[in-house]
């Protein structure tokens, strides 16, 4: 059965969707067997993998309302390597539409039941908040990892996640744990970075993965081929830190219960 993974962190912009798609390649290189989930209705890890937004009928829009089903709104990334349930801009009604809808906030988990043992592991690109998507997302999943830029506010944002997480375990999810969080956008010449990865180190400990991604630009220019950074260019600082960090994923799995 897979393990499922949400990407999780309600800024915008610290690195959530180029974690996603990179680590899925990088464990589908691995030969893992993967699965993205796009929950961000930017559909940015959908096109980011390879795959056009704008054809997806259906996509998980649909498999949240209920008209279809995660085996029908799939699609496979020949490039990539591994398999997309893509999102797009219909994805910002379902919010509003799940109000109303029975078992609201666990749609999502209700609707992988029927493809977890096609996969090792499932990817959840989460959107830049606590919403009722992103609840869908922890509801089903056994772990978060945290991509986070090692900035001034970057810990303080940090206990906002973290209560939530702890309030999903409490109330609905007993499966669920924190994973990791992951140091992006590194640069190491600036002491700020270098002395907040050392407060997360001290507060958080093996919490954090080893693995540091670095600030590197064909990381930023892979989405723009439809491609993630590991497969655009594999020998990039870049796509070699995901790789590494792949390898943690793999190792520290097996801690994890699978569901
Ligand atoms: P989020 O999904 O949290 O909004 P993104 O993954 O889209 O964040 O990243 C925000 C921006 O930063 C994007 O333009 C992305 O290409 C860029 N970016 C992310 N990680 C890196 C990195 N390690 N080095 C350089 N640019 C990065
Ligand atoms: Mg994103």
Do not use: F, T
């Given at each position: 059965m897979a393990r499922i993974f949400c990407i999780a962190n309600q800024k915008g912009g610290v690195g959530k969707t180029t974690t996603t798609v990179n680590l899925a390649a990088g464990l589908a290189a691995?030969?893992?067997r993967v699965l993205v989930i796009d929950l961000d209705p930017q559909g940015n890890a959908t096109m980011g993998s390879g795959i056009d937004k704008r054809s997806l009928d259906p996509s998980i829009y649909d498999v949240l309302i209920g008209t279809a089903d995660v085996r029908s709104a799939r699609r496979h990334s020949d490039k990539a390597g591994y398999d997309v349930l893509?999102?797009?801009r219909e994805l910002a009604g379902a919010e509003i539409e799940l109000v109303s809808l029975e078992h609201r906030d666990r749609r999502l988990k209700m609707a992988l039941h029927d493809v977890t043992?096609?996969?090792?592991l499932i990817l959840i690109d989460c959107p830049p908040s606590l919403s009722l998507l992103t609840l869908n997302g922890l509801n089903c999943a056994h772990g978060v990892i945290v991509p986070m830029q090692c900035e001034y506010f970057a810990l303080e944002g940090l206990s906002d996640l973290v209560n939530t997480i702890k309030q999903v375990y409490a109330n609905l999810n007993r499966d669920l744990?924190?994973?990791?969080?992951?140091r992006v956008m590194f640069d190491p010449r600036i002491t700020l970075q270098q002395q907040v990865s050392e407060q997360l180190k001290d507060h958080f400990g093996e919490k954090v993965f080893n693995t540091v991604i670095p600030r590197n630009v064909r990381l930023a220019e892979a989405p723009s081929y439809g491609l993630p950074g590991v497969v655009f260019d594999p020998n990039s600082k870049g796509a070699q830190a995901f790789m590494a960090l792949a390898h943690e994923v793999v190792a520290r799995i097996g801690d994890i219960r699978p569901g």
């Open positions: 691995l030969g893992q893509g999102a797009n043992a096609d996969y090792d744990q924190l994973i990791g969080l992951l």
